[in-house]
């Protein structure tokens, strides 16, 4: 199987699909809290109680709506708190203005990385489109403060490892083994603080054309190869 590099998947129409996270709310039907099984902004605003001050890092946030909601919140009640958005494609809520404690990037997640810790990084379906996941995972871990939360939705039917070995129960025992919690039910992943991650994984690309995941929408294969040969699970 031939795979794409993380520019040829960039270039891909299944990557830059608008339904999964482009006009998602901060609550409701359509919104975060309801993803990720917590208020992010309920989460920041005891984060800031106990240490003055709270961050909170969105990747792939879409148009970045549930961050303007949050960010107007923010503004009005005067909270310590920040929001950094970053989205491949840049189709940023217009018509309205972008609070002053939201800064919304547009970049390749494969390259860009923040000059400070988060005391919270989501990533609401946005796993899905990405090529190397667990490259992203290792590196959104290590962008946590000591305490800090990550949380993204994660179906692990789309990794797939060499040798057609077993690689849904082979990357949940993996993620374990390194500190993540995984819930197979709701297909979430978390880390409760910063972590340093070593996956025995070598990534050897993506493949656009895996079809629908669990959310019913199109979705990225990521491709591994185990570069322990002796290691077991």
Partial sequence: ???????ELEQSGIVANCRMNRERNLCGSNGYSRELRFNPLDFLKEKAESKGHASWLDL??????ALVEAGSQISEESLPIEIVGVDLVGMFLSGKATPTCLKLIQASLS?????????????VHGLHYVGDKLG?????????????R?????????IKLDDDLSAERIIA???????????????LILSDTRRTVDFPFK????????????????????????????KTW
């Fill in 136 to 148: 992203l995972i290792t590196r959104a871990a290590s962008w946590l403060t000591v305490g800090g």
């Fill in 173 to 187: 025992k993996e993620l374990r083994r390194q500190g993540f919690e995984y819930d197979f039910r709701r297909h």
């Fill in 203 to 230: 990534y050897l690309g993506a493949n656009d054309q895996a079809g629908p995941n669990y959310t019913g929408q199109p979705a990225v294969n990521s491709h591994y190869q185990v570069e322990d040969a002796g």
């Fill in 111 to 123: 390259t860009w990385d923040p000059d400070e810790q988060f005391d919270l990084i989501t990533c």
């Fill in 150 to 158: 990550f949380v993204a939705n994660l179906d692990l039917k789309n």
């Fill in 60 to 65: 792939c946030c879409g148009t970045g709506k």
């Fill in 1 to 7: 199987m031939n795979f794409l590099a993380n520019e």
